[in-house]
């Protein structure tokens, strides 16, 4: 049997917060138990320390670890999308209050980048017509939020805007 990965994601204070709206946004999610700071510290007696918690069934930690680590660009989540609904419901969830990004990328209110990506795009980068696979990789760079009609258009020769 193999080990399991559980990301841990460092925030200052901000983590209990950052728990509750990752799992009020992806279904199957929960938090399952908090951890708090005691008085041996080394901050605030009674902070919160950890939280773990599951987004689509799969497991996170977050910490709140002080200041001294941010997140970047660096390390990002993929959220796999069926259909524009989903892309559209993660996008406008997840960039409120953060950062909307270029080819699907949005950062959130809380610093974490996330790569809003419908399985549309990944059967079409893979299409055995390189031209095709071409034009949908050129238009994909123009936006910011994936259009999956304006792939679909791309990738048969369409001009996209």
Request: aromatic share 10%; glycine share 8%; with cysteine.
């Amino acid at each position: 049997m193999g080990k399991s990965l559980t990301p841990c994601l460092w925030f200052d204070t901000q983590a209990e917060d950052a728990a509750k709206f990752y799992t009020s946004v992806f279904p199957n999610s929960r938090i399952i138990s908090t951890s708090h700071y005691g008085e041996a510290g080394p901050r605030d007696d009674d902070m919160v320390l950890t939280v773990e918690f599951e987004l689509d069934g799969k497991p996170f930690v977050a910490l709140n670890g002080g200041p001294e680590f941010t997140f970047s660009e660096a390390i990002s989540f993929q959220i796999d999308c069926k259909d524009q609904d989903e892309v559209d419901r993660y996008w406008e969830a997840l960039s409120g209050g953060g950062e909307e990004g270029p080819c699907g990328w949005v950062k959130d209110r809380f610093g974490l980048s996330w790569q809003v990506v419908p399985n549309r795009l990944a059967q079409l980068l893979k299409d055995q017509d390189r031209d095709r696979a071409n034009r949908v990789m050129a238009a994909m760079m123009k936006m910011g939020k994936i259009d999956i009609a304006e792939l679909d258009r791309a990738a048969d020769g369409a001009q996209v805007a």
